[in-house]
């Protein structure tokens, strides 16, 4: 394995670590935003909307995809739920993410539409960013998504990647523990649960992502908090060291036993998959806990 050399400068302090490129390979969960119909007063005209929409979701009428195969339309929805008409009308930020990428793919395949397509798209591979991570051959996996079309689908992600990166300077630098700390704080302000999350980082300390990523919800244990789920995104966008986070609902920053020893347990896990975790805050309030976080780096309480 080809392992590259760096130094990293986080909170004044240098420390060696390895990198490595290991291949992305998780899946998460995409809910898709259920849009009500538009209301109707007579109760005959409602029923009509309704079976259009119904007969929308599940098909009716079919047309031809690159695969010469059969798939079932949305011309029976109306025009204010076709994505097409409601980027021209409302525009594309109007749109959701499964209706963008509706677009993109133009037809369906037999037994599902073109949404219906596009969601399972977006249920499989989590979201549009780890979309981006598919290959052509991946995204053949797929029923209704030919050779063309998975070409043609993999250069507009590629196309959206680069854009992506094209700010790259200008992504978020977490090199200090405080600043984890802030952004901890803005996304669970006045929550009175107990989250952990993984900050992906590049070797400049710039996130990877476009937030944190939050790995379980309620009180920290070594089940939901398992090398597999932190380390899963790391891998996924080729991290080259990671933050461990999580706040406390009490306001009292400092770390338990229990934080500590599975902290021990993601350090070693990281320097096996040559992702190192190179601190843990722990975020509270500063009317409780001076200074408002915990760093177990800054603290020197695990050898990172």
Do not use: W
């Amino acid at each position: 394995m080809n392992m590259a050399q760096l130094r990293l400068k986080y909170d004044g302090c240098e420390q060696k670590v390895s990198i490595c490129d290991i291949a992305p390979h998780s899946r998460k969960s995409h809910q898709l935003v259920k849009r009500e119909a538009p209301f109707v007063a007579a109760s005959s005209s409602v029923k009509t909307v309704a079976d259009a929409t119904e007969n929308a979701v599940y098909g009716v009428e079919n047309c031809v995809d690159d695969n010469q195969e059969k798939s079932q339309a949305l011309s029976t929805l109306p025009e204010n739920f076709r994505p097409r008409e409601r980027l021209a009308k409302f525009g594309a930020k109007a749109l959701l993410d499964e209706e963008l990428l509706a677009i993109m793919l133009r037809t369906g395949s037999q037994g599902k539409n073109v949404l219906m397509l596009a969601h399972q798209l977006l249920d499989s591979f989590g979201s549009l960013p780890q979309l981006m991570n598919a290959g052509v051959e991946e995204l053949k996996s797929y029923g209704g998504i030919g050779q063309v079309k998975a070409i043609e689908l993999a250069a507009m992600l590629e196309l959206s990647r680069r854009v992506m990166l094209g700010d790259v300077d200008k992504r978020s630098v977490f090199d200090d523990p405080e600043l984890v700390a802030q952004k901890v704080r803005r996304i669970k302000a006045l929550s009175q649960t107990e989250s952990f999350f993984v900050f992906p980082l590049d070797k400049r300390c710039r996130l990877c992502t476009q937030q944190p990523i939050e790995i379980s919800s309620g009180t920290l244990d070594s089940s939901l908090v398992h090398p597999r789920e932190v380390f899963r995104e790391a891998i996924r966008y080729s991290a080259a060291l990671v933050i461990l986070a999580h706040n406390h609902p009490s306001g009292d920053a400092r770390p338990s036993r229990k934080d500590i020893e599975i902290t021990k347990e993601l350090v070693a896990a990281g320097l096996q998959l040559s992702i190192p975790v190179i601190d843990h805050v722990v975020v509270g309030d500063p009317e409780v806990y001076s200074p408002g976080f915990y760093s177990m780096h800054r603290e020197n309480i695990i050898s990172f």
